[in-house]
């Protein structure tokens, strides 16, 4: 075809294919009903939007002419290494550090590097990753290192209580309503 936008077309190419990816998975789930919804719902109804909108990005691919980008193998690299630092550093330094490393590295892969924005930016994403996920959300998260917690977010005088309950069920000693009420909530 003489217009056709070839970057818009690869997008809606993989964002039907993560669509695709997403509604397949959750067809391993059970799927519900509306009125009282399984764990399958959301992901296959999110894959479905996501399908229609990857059908729609192509649509608009056709009538206009564009290449496609080159490969920017920098920016891949270090958005890669800030993956994998995350992955990493997470149950080894805590949040705080993690994603202060992970935004310095990743900032790494763009052209212009200014250090007092990547300071401010990295201060700010890992404040807000704290507010989120630690304060709002409650989420077991090791803040600042794998034995410092702040605000609750880690193991407590309560793990002790925790670790014999589990010793206790895993040796057939135990009161199980007492031990389903705990496990639960048990850090990892």
Do not use: N
Request: charged fraction near 15%; glycine fraction near 12%; include cysteine.
């Amino acid at each position: 075809m003489k217009y056709l936008d070839r970057s818009e077309l690869v997008s809606g190419l993989v964002i039907i294919l993560i669509g695709t990816c997403f509604a397949y998975g959750a067809t391993e789930y059970r799927m519900g009903t509306i009125m009282r919804m399984g764990p399958g719902l959301v992901p296959f109804s999110v894959g479905l939007v996501m399908i229609g909108l990857g059908v729609l990005v192509i649509i608009s691919a056709f009538g206009r002419d564009g290449a496609l980008p080159q490969f920017d193998l920098k920016g891949v690299t270090f958005v890669g290494l800030a993956i994998v630092a995350f992955a990493l550093m997470l149950p080894r330094v805590g949040l705080l550090p993690t994603a202060i490393v992970t935004v310095t590295i990743s900032s790494l892969a763009g052209g212009v590097l200014r250090w007092a924005t990547v300071a401010i930016l990295s201060a700010c994403v890992a404040f807000g990753a704290w507010l989120v996920f630690v304060v709002l959300l409650g989420i077991s998260i090791p803040v600042l290192s794998s034995t410092l917690y702040i605000f609750g977010s880690g193991p407590g005088p309560e793990d002790a209580l925790v670790r014999d309950e589990r010793e206790r069920f895993v040796e057939g000693h135990h009161d199980a309503a007492h031990v389903i009420d705990i496990l639960p909530f048990a850090p990892v």
